[in-house]
């Protein structure tokens, strides 16, 4: 079966590798647009300690986390071990008794029910200080030993280096469907028709774009994110652990050779404006040093912008394009693409070959949002 993936992100680079694993005719068409979530996001996998309730979407997330060991272990068997993946730990921090308590309690509950959480502990302010040690000393923290960081850019390089190992092949351009008697053949790209079975539109932000030509609105819009990297010269950051507020959705993170990230931003409605604004800059600043003003030194190396791809109801859209049975839509993913990408194109690739997915899948099928027929 020959199946053509349109975007190489994150989800796009996935599809391409578990579909070339698979056995198929894969070609990945990719536009190179500024702005790709994938190359600007922070790399934290933890859906544990996520403020989401309890229920179908928690628990995809967790399958997607668990999924990274596997992934982890395939691509060193096909000789691409420089995957990014690494379990360093997290903390969810707050200064209140009562919300840490809170806290410990139901992370203990989901790390019983998904083992890749790992141990929950308790820690006070000095103890988590000693873990990261910017962090603003009245903060007490409850510790997650399971929670880990990836490097998204060099995770989709890998990724597309092993699609490509396997026989994929890879074509630049902004691609539209290629359509015959009312049915998706192909796609065009870069000037040619590239001939296909099933089409994969995993564009990110931009997944409505290739299919106006087919009359149907994809009800996916760019948020974006801006998130900035510090600079600390001479510190071991590499076992630094994610760090977590309680009370905000920003977050800061470590990597080795002294680079810690904070972010980031969500601004719904900002269209493709691809700039770093005061506004913007201002509010990943106030936020990181009000959690850890030991980082009030640090050198500001560079702010990245990326467009996050967001759904009405904050959920992936995953299944085949209601009137399309040949295209399959994968987008949506929000803040979260750096967690569920990767589990995601298993399950999309499943879907281009016609095999069932699980019931939390299932569920974030496009055809929720109704025929996505264009008005």
Do not use: K, N
């Amino acid at each position: 079966m020959r199946i053509i993936v349109i975007g190489s992100g994150i989800a796009g680079a996935a599809t391409a590798y578990e579909l070339a694993r698979r056995g198929a005719d894969v070609v990945v068409a990719d536009a190179g647009l500024p702005g790709a979530a994938t190359a600007a996001g922070a790399g934290i996998v933890s859906p544990w300690t996520s403020r989401a309730p309890d229920g179908a979407a928690l628990t995809f997330a967790a399958r997607a986390a668990a999924y990274y060991r596997t992934l982890v272990q395939r691509l060193a068997e096909d000789g691409h071990g420089d995957s990014s993946f690494e379990v360093v730990g997290g903390m969810v921090v707050a200064a209140g008794e009562p919300e840490l308590a809170d806290l410990h309690r139901r992370l203990t509950a989901r790390a019983a029910a998904w083992p890749e959480a790992g141990s929950v502990t308790r820690l006070d302010p000095a103890r988590a200080r000693a873990l990261f040690p910017p962090l603003a000393p009245g903060l007490g923290a409850v510790h997650v030993t399971g929670s880990a960081r990836v490097d998204g850019r060099r995770l989709r390089e890998t990724l597309l280096r092993a699609a490509v190992g396997r026989g994929a092949r890879t074509v630049q351009g902004r691609a539209e469907p290629h359509v015959t008697a009312g049915t998706v053949t192909g796609v065009r790209v870069a000037g040619d028709v590239e001939p296909a079975d099933r089409v994969v539109v995993a564009a990110g932000a931009w997944s409505a774009e290739p299919l106006a030509p087919l009359g149907v609105t994809v009800p996916v819009a760019p948020q974006r994110g801006q998130i900035s990297h510090f600079g600390l010269p001479g510190t071991d950051t590499a076992p630094w652990p994610v760090v977590l507020p309680a009370a905000s959705s920003h977050y800061l993170l470590a990597f080795p050779g002294g680079r810690v990230v904070a972010g980031a931003t969500r601004e719904t409605g900002s269209g493709f404006d691809h700039r770093v604004t005061v506004a913007g800059q201002r509010e990943v600043l106030a936020e990181a040093l009000e959690v850890a003003p030991g980082l009030a030194d640090a050198t500001l190396l560079e702010t990245r912008v990326g467009f996050r791809p967001a759904s009405p109801d904050g959920e992936p859209l995953l299944g085949p394009l209601p009137g399309h049975p040949e295209v399959v839509l994968l987008s949506g993913f929000g803040p979260a693409g750096l967690t569920l990408g990767p589990y995601a194109g298993v399950l999309a690739a499943r879907v281009a070959l016609g095999e069932p997915v699980p019931a939390e899948a299932a569920a974030l099928d496009p055809g929720r949002f109704g025929e996505l027929s264009a008005p």
